[in-house]
């Protein structure tokens, strides 16, 4: 039986309960995955250059067992996303995509509301206008039903997401308590859940219960665009609407309560059945506060004016329409929802493995029912082979089908004139209490194929990597009748994924001897914010890690080391020309970034590293106190309109950074002093072209050269290290760089070169604890070149001279390993760097402090 449960979980990630195999004990887990669609079809307003929704997501995952029967678990996700996505779905003939041209880009900005009349025949069918006879001055009309997805830009936005989970075990049960929170600029989720497990009948079977509490909180900046046009009155008038100094905003709160039931039966040493029933109870704002219904209003008693003017036989209206021809009105609302729904979800699985081919069949099906009139249906099916050697693919297929809510629809016919003051009037009451055109309410079918690919390692990881690509279509409906073609799209998802199993390298070891320590080592801790001064003197080792750095910047602007005014930086900060006047400045900036490390010793001279990044940043701006009076000018048009988004929203990018690949050679080595050379290059797949949205029709241009998400040249990083230690003391320096080795990158700028040196000094407390102080001294060059193509420049950090400087800082840190045990080999640290000195080039906002934090993994 043991056999089989074993096989179950490493095959398929079953749970299977207290099989005495900790998969998730003492376990570190961390993935990457990207999403992306593809483009829609516009009907004409191709070509479109903007890029549609894709997401980057990093996920990580700890687990320890802190006793034999207490454990405890965590889990980290990030998600930032952006791009072109639908937020109102209209007749073709409205012209929601409207054609633009800006230099050599072409593509659709989103129209909701515009001035121009649309027309349908006496069965309100959407009719086409070709302009008017020559002859006769009669409108040429024929209908076109065709409708078409609104998109909208949104420019990088991140969610993060963290939660706990601790539990108890027994011999033949479990409880666990967890909560976390997400949060993300407009939204804020709070959960906490508990849980429990229960084995019998010998223990194959097993009951797993679960309860959840989610409190979440909405408060959306309303797009400053389109406010104007959006009939937000409904709203208003239930105090979810107000005003702030930074925007119209929209505020909501729900809460979620759901319950669950599973139930677990090994029916053989080859198959398993699982079965589980949910109950999720919603009430409050659960509507999107970006996502718009368009309602076309058309008064039917119109009566033509002019009678059989031309003696046919034909009545037409003054304006030209033929009688036929009814003139009406598309107007915009935010979508509304119901403010109660109830969600009962019907799950099963089952599990059979086949000795023949040594794989696992792995079958599932989820019936979802709602009172909003939403049944789904899921089957997804996978296949997973192993190939020896540790190697195991993994193809499936999933299909999806959904019915529309009952609120849905793609947009709204009133038949009634609308009326004159639009954005203050009561027309909503002219519609249904809930309406949305959000085509994830809408019926489709989904059918996708993928396969991933692992690799499992004798030393406790494991790799993976996986693709799987969607058909997004109504016509996949179970029963049809689907949303029509302009709602089909496609997408992909891929992911990378590490896991480390340090139970696995605990069992691999005769005796459960650990020697990690004394492999891997030199005795001399090295800071948090120091990388490259350590090297693993055995050939064959391995070591696995994740850096976490932090960086922020807030206060006064500088020009060098002097605080520098407002006038100054408006005269001064930017360019000469009244035109490229500073009209606001940084406020605040953060940056997040998430490196993994990937360390091998072919030799016990030669250590081989690969280094993959995740980057996020956020920038407030300020609007620069009464810029007209400072410069003589106000800001030209173009900026004008931007600036109200920059002081408003603020800007996000995240993704992929740039790749580390390095070569760790050992010059000098005694027990107690060592000397090692780095030469390493990063490659460029960090996206420089990170762009903002398009606001009031005039394009937001470049994003400025420090929200990128890398450099964008290839770069070389040589380090020299020096390590050395005396009892409890240890010590060490380095002298490292970044040398950019092409002048430009894809966007036309090149990131200045740095130097760096820093020395520090540590004392070991205990024999697993010590604490560090470090210096630091940091000269970085200014941006070299420009963008190619258009920037906004209002802001200093829209110039490449107000890039680089000299800074001095110092560290202190805190470094505690594990000798012994299950968890033996595992290292954290924490550095602290706080500012001391700072000589900005140009005009820059000051430095605040910055953090530092390491796990490694050493066998």
Not at 221 to 228: G, I, N, Q, V, Y
Request: proline share 4%; glycine share 10%.
């Amino acid at each position: 039986m043991q056999a089989f449960t074993v096989a179950a979980q490493i095959l398929l990630g079953v749970q299977v309960p207290n099989t005495g195999v900790a998969a998730e004990d003492d376990s570190a887990d961390f993935q990457y995955s990207h999403y992306q669609e593809g483009k829609r079809n516009l009907y004409g307003s191709r070509p479109d250059s903007r890029n549609p929704i894709e997401v980057d997501s990093i996920h990580g995952r700890a687990n320890a067992m802190l006793t034999d029967r207490i454990k405890l678990g965590f889990n980290y996700v990030q998600d930032t996303w952006s791009g072109a996505t639908p937020i109102a779905t209209a007749p073709l003939v409205f012209g929601g995509n409207h054609r633009y041209t800006s230099g050599t880009a072409t593509g659709a900005s989103p129209f909701i509301s515009p001035p121009n009349t649309m027309y349908v025949d006496r069965n309100f069918n959407p009719m086409q206008y070709h302009g008017d006879d020559p002859n006769t001055g009669i409108g040429l009309f024929s209908q076109n039903r065709q409708l078409v997805h609104t998109l909208s830009t949104a420019s990088p936005e991140t969610r993060r997401q963290g939660d706990f989970r601790l539990g108890y075990e027994w011999d033949e049960a479990e409880a666990n308590l967890g909560g976390g929170v997400s949060s993300e600029r407009d939204y804020e989720s709070r959960f906490v859940n508990l849980g429990g497990r229960i084995d019998f009948n010998q223990k194959l079977t097993s009951l797993n219960l679960g309860l959840s509490y989610t409190n979440s909180d909405t408060n959306a900046l309303l797009d400053h665009d389109a406010t104007p046009y959006i009939n937000v009155r409904a709203y208003r008038e239930s105090g979810q609407i107000r005003s702030t100094t930074t925007g119209t905003r929209l505020t909501g709160t729900k809460e979620d309560i759901a319950a669950s039931l599973g139930l677990t039966q090994i029916l053989s040493k080859d198959a398993l059945i699982q079965a589980d029933l949910s109950f999720t109870h919603s009430s409050g704002y659960m509507a999107n506060p970006y996502k718009v219904m368009e309602a076309l209003f058309v008064d039917p008693n119109q009566i033509p004016d002019l009678i059989d003017p031309f003696g046919d036989g034909k009545d037409y209206f003054s304006d030209g329409r033929p009688a036929d021809v009814l003139k009406g009105d598309l107007r915009a609302f935010l979508e509304k929802r119901p403010t109660l729904r109830n969600q009962w979800n019907l799950g099963g699985r089952y599990v059979q493995y086949f000795h023949t081919f040594d794989a696992a069949l792995h079958f599932d099906y989820r019936f979802s029912h709602d009172d909003w009139g939403i049944n789904s249906h899921t089957f997804e099916a996978d296949w997973v082979q192993p190939l020896g050697s540790g190697w195991t693919v993994t193809p499936r297929v999933r299909y999806y089908s959904q019915d529309a809510a009952d609120f849905y629809k793609p947009y709204l016919l009133v038949n009634q004139a609308v009326s004159s003051n639009f954005t203050t009037s009561n027309d909503y009451r002219k519609l249904p209490d809930y309406y949305s055109s959000d085509q994830r309410l809408s019926g489709y079918g989904t059918l996708s194929g993928g396969i991933s690919v692992s690799k499992q390692f004798a030393k406790g990881i494991t790799l993976e990597t996986g693709f799987e690509y969607y058909t997004h279509s109504g016509s996949l409906k179970i029963g049809g009748n689907g949303e029509g073609n302009y709602s089909n799209f496609n997408y992909f998802v891929a992911n990378a994924g590490l896991k480390v199993n340090f139970s696995a390298v605990g069992a691999g070891k005769a005796g459960g001897e650990h020697h990690h320590h004394a492999h891997h080592h030199h005795g001399a801790e090295i800071p948090a914010g120091v990388m490259f001064a350590h090297m693993m003197d055995q050939a064959d080792a391995v070591m696995v890690g994740y850096r976490y750095m932090y960086s922020a910047q807030a206060g006064d602007m500088l020009r060098g080391s002097s605080v520098a005014s407002d006038p100054a930086i408006v005269n001064f900060g930017c360019g000469s020309a009244n035109i490229d006047k500073c009209f606001i400045a940084p406020e605040r900036m953060s940056m997040h970034m998430h490196m993994l490390d990937l360390m091998y010793a072919p030799t016990d001279w030669l250590n081989l590293m690969l280094m993959p990044q995740f980057v996020d940043m956020d920038m407030d701006m300020r609007q620069i106190a009464d810029p007209a009076a400072y410069a003589g000018l106000p800001p030209p048009p173009n900026k004008l309109n931007h600036i109200t988004h920059h002081i408003s929203a603020g800007h996000s990018t995240g993704g992929v950074g740039d790749t580390g690949m390095y070569a760790l050679f050992k010059l000098f080595g005694t027990p107690d002093h060592h000397v090692n050379l780095t030469l390493g290059v990063t490659a460029p797949t960090g996206d420089v072209s990170n762009r903002l949205r398009r606001n009031h029709a005039v394009d937001g241009g470049f994003n400025d050269y420090g929200m990128q998400l890398g450099s964008g040249t290839w770069d070389f990083k040589p380090a020299l290290s020096y390590t050395g230690q005396y009892g409890e003391w240890s010590w060490g320096a380095q002298v490292n760089g970044t040398k950019r080795l092409d002048n430009k990158n894809a966007s036309g700028y090149a990131l200045g070169d740095i130097i760096q040196s820093t020395a520090w000094g540590s004392y070991q407390w205990l024999d697993w604890l010590s604490t560090s102080v470090r210096g630091v001294y940091t000269a970085q060059g200014a941006v070299r070149g420009q963008f190619d193509g258009l920037i906004q420049t209002m802001a200093p950090s829209d110039f490449p001279k107000n890039y680089g400087g000299q800074y001095w800082d110092v560290g202190f840190g805190v470094n505690a390993r594990v000798l012994s045990g299950d968890l033996a080999g595992n290292s954290l640290s924490f550095e602290w760097l706080e500012p001391v000195a700072t000589k900005q080039n140009g005009y820059q906002l000051e430095r605040d402090a910055a953090l530092a934090a390491t796990w490694t993994y050493a066998f």
